[in-house]
């Protein structure tokens, strides 16, 4: 059974930090490229930050570059989000996705062969 279930959201001040974690099973995670995605109140779904399968290739969106950084532990099958001075803005729900495709497409296009739930990240004071 494929899952991909994501952690670490909450509440935070703008300025704070949180680290969001897509722990995934059920295929053969070191073989698709992972992204992290997000839905804020009223708006598209867009792409955050994709990250390749051995990791080397990273994606970032221009709204979160020098803030956020993306990793990958395959040995945990584990994906993670390491979110710094976070802003009102980053506000929304955050999932993490797989695809069998590169980071670039995979991120601006939406793309996912498999989806998680979500969690909630709310910046606010």
């Known amino acids: 059974q494929v899952q991909l279930v994501e952690s670490g959201g909450g509440l935070v001040q703008p300025g704070g930090s949180l680290r969001l974690s897509c722990a995934a099973s059920g295929f053969p995670v070191n073989t698709y490229a992972i992204g992290w995605f997000r839905r804020a109140p009223g708006k598209e779904r867009e792409g955050v930050s994709c990250i390749s399968p051995g990791g080397g290739a990273n994606y970032y969106a221009n709204s979160v570059k020098g803030r956020f950084t993306i990793s990958r532990d395959n040995t945990r099958d584990t994906v993670y989000l390491q979110m710094n001075n976070l802003k009102p803005e980053d506000t929304g729900i955050y999932y993490c996705?797989?695809?069998?495709?590169?980071?670039?497409?995979?991120?601006?296009?939406?793309?996912?062969?498999?989806w998680g739930q979500g969690t909630q990240v709310t910046i606010s004071s």
């Open positions: 996705a797989a695809a069998q495709t590169t980071t670039q497409p995979m991120c601006r296009m939406v793309v996912g062969d498999y």
